[in-house]
């Protein structure tokens, strides 16, 4: 599962570059327009756009920004030289929560393997909550849509108002991930690599 090689840092940097143009470009036109809507043409790239990651597409176009906006840049990688030391990235405490059994071990092997720590993998929140009052945990790295009664969402909400636990979403649920993005420093949607999730979450915590 984990076999696409890690993406260039020219690539990387273009796709940077292009949401951060994107999302000027956006909240400019949306901003001049107030509580009016965009022009019939900006509406429709917008809502194409929206589409590809099927949000709902039957609100505003401020609404539908919103939640775009905050899919585009918490997915979007960093140019490499900001995210990639010259010495090699510190070992961390990783609280994973997925609940399908292979991927949890595909990228549970992928995170051991970069030197990272794994608390996990569970496949439901509360066993990950207890867990996490036991363990010194860095980030979490929570699916959205879990087995049980209690989502990712609101186990990233219970993390972070507990003990200020920062997560990052590993889900195909794009619209929940973009309404809650309050909730998160990043996402990699699925299906994702091990490199994926490595970059992100160096992301996440070279600040």
């Given at each position: 599962?984990?076999?696409?090689?890690?993406?260039?840092?020219?690539?990387?940097?273009?796709?940077?570059?292009?949401?951060?143009?994107?999302?000027?470009?956006?909240?400019?036109?949306?901003?001049?327009?107030?509580d009016?809507?965009?022009?019939?043409?900006?509406?429709?790239?917008?809502?194409?756009?929206?589409?590809?990651?099927?949000?709902?597409?039957?609100?505003?176009?401020?609404?539908?920004?919103s939640?775009?906006?905050?899919?585009?840049?918490?997915?979007?990688?960093?140019?490499?030289?900001?995210?990639?030391?010259?010495?090699?990235?510190?070992?961390?405490?990783?609280?994973?929560?997925?609940?399908?059994?292979?991927?949890?071990?595909?990228?549970?092997?992928?995170?051991?393997?970069?030197?990272?720590?794994?608390?996990?993998?569970?496949?439901?929140?509360?066993?990950?909550?207890?867990?996490?009052?036991?363990?010194?945990?860095?980030?979490?790295?929570?699916?959205?849509?879990?087995?049980?009664?209690?989502?990712?969402?609101?186990?990233?909400?219970?993390?972070?108002?507990?003990?200020?636990?920062?997560?990052?979403?590993?889900?195909?649920?794009i619209?929940?991930?973009?309404?809650?993005?309050?909730?998160?420093?990043?996402?990699?949607?699925?299906?994702?690599?091990?490199?994926?999730?490595?970059?992100?979450?160096?992301?996440?915590?070279a600040?």
């Amino acid at each position: 599962m984990f076999d696409r090689p890690p993406e260039s840092k020219s690539v990387n940097a273009e796709a940077h570059e292009a949401v951060e143009r994107l999302c000027a470009l956006y909240d400019r036109l949306l901003e001049q327009v107030g509580d009016g809507g965009l022009s019939d043409a900006a509406s429709a790239e917008l809502r194409a756009m929206a589409g590809i990651y099927d949000l709902d597409l039957q609100r505003t176009d401020a609404e539908i920004w919103s939640d775009l906006r905050a899919v585009l840049v918490r997915q979007t990688p960093r140019p490499r030289a900001e995210t990639t030391a010259t010495t090699a990235p510190e070992p961390l405490t990783l609280l994973l929560v997925e609940d399908d059994p292979e991927t949890a071990a595909d990228l549970t092997f992928a995170l051991v393997e970069a030197g990272h720590s794994v608390v996990g993998p569970f496949q439901n929140a509360e066993a990950a909550e207890a867990a996490a009052a036991l363990h010194l945990v860095d980030l979490a790295l929570l699916d959205i849509n879990l087995s049980g009664e209690v989502t990712g969402i609101e186990l990233a909400r219970a993390l972070k108002d507990r003990w200020g636990l920062p997560a990052l979403f590993l889900t195909g649920d794009i619209g929940a991930a973009a309404r809650h993005a309050d909730l998160a420093e990043a996402l990699v949607l699925k299906p994702y690599t091990g490199a994926q999730v490595l970059e992100a979450i160096a992301r996440v915590t070279a600040h």
